[in-house]
T-cell receptor
Framework: ETGVTQSPTHLIKTRGQQVTLRCSSQSGHNTVSWYQQALGQGPQFIFQYYREEENGRGNFPPRFSGLQFPNYSSELNVNALELDDSALYLC??????????FGPGTRLTVT | QKEVEQDPGPLSVPEGAIVSLNCTYSNSAFQYFMWYRQYSRKGPELLMYTYSSGNKEDGRFTAQVDKSSKYISLFIRDSQPSDSATYLCAMETSGSRLTFGEGTQLTVNP
């Protein structure tokens, strides 16, 4: 167990809807990163938050947004869902030495 | 060209075999190198974390980094059926985004 939890485990949305995914980081880890993993692919970096500020962003459009809270929990919001957004969404919290530990993921299906 | 190349397999070996998994990369700024194991429909699990050329051993696992050749490897000794999973290599420049390979699907047959 990594101590990183995510909710929900699985959800189904319709194209055009909005979704919020949640992550609870391991205690003491003040950096959280979000990744998108399409079926059969490696995870792709979406963005990272450090002390509630965005600290790097991958090649994802602005409809992907995030928040980090003072207790180091985090949210990923996706607006105007598209079919290609169907994927496993992973959050990872970082130790002070930089190791990233992943949660179990949220599987999003867009129909 | 992808920054990180990894043969997706699938790779099938008999129980007890030595498994060799490899990745190559093109970005010389990568300083930290990781191997993750991912079981079906689960999150990746960190196996090895290294930041220099050379070997690092942990139980049945050995990670090898050759920065001059931009090549990393993971060796699994005495492979077990429970090692059947997808193995992902990952790299980063410094404390930020991880860049992953595509993953190699490994099956260890009893």
């Amino acid at each position: 167990e990594t101590g990183v939890t995510q909710s929900p485990t699985h959800l189904i949305k319709t194209r055009g809807q909005q979704v919020t995914l949640r992550c609870s980081s391991q205690s003491g880890h003040n950096t959280v990163s979000w990744y998108q993993q399409a079926l059969g692919q490696g995870p792709q970096f979406i963005f990272q938050y450090y002390r509630e500020e965005e600290n790097g962003r991958g090649n994802f459009p602005p409809r992907f947004s995030g928040l980090q809270f003072p207790n180091y929990s985090s949210e990923l919001n996706v607006n105007a869902l598209e079919l290609d957004d169907s994927a496993l969404y992973l959050c990872a919290s970082s130790t002070p030495s930089g190791e990233q530990y992943f949660g179990p993921g949220t599987r999003l299906t867009v129909t | 060209q992808k920054e990180v190349e990894q043969d997706p397999g699938p790779l099938s070996v008999p129980e007890g075999a030595i498994v060799s998994l490899n990745c190559t990369y093109s970005n010389s700024a990568f300083q930290y190198f990781m191997w993750y194991r991912q079981y079906s429909r689960k999150g990746p699990e960190l196996l090895m974390y290294t930041y220099s050329s050379g070997n690092k051993e942990d139980g049945r696992f050995t990670a090898q980094v050759d920065k001059s050749s931009k090549y990393i490897s993971l060796f699994i000794r005495d492979s077990q059926p429970s090692d059947s999973a997808t193995y992902l290599c990952a790299m980063e420049t410094s404390g930020s985004r991880l860049t992953f390979g595509e993953g190699t699907q490994l099956t260890v047959n009893p």
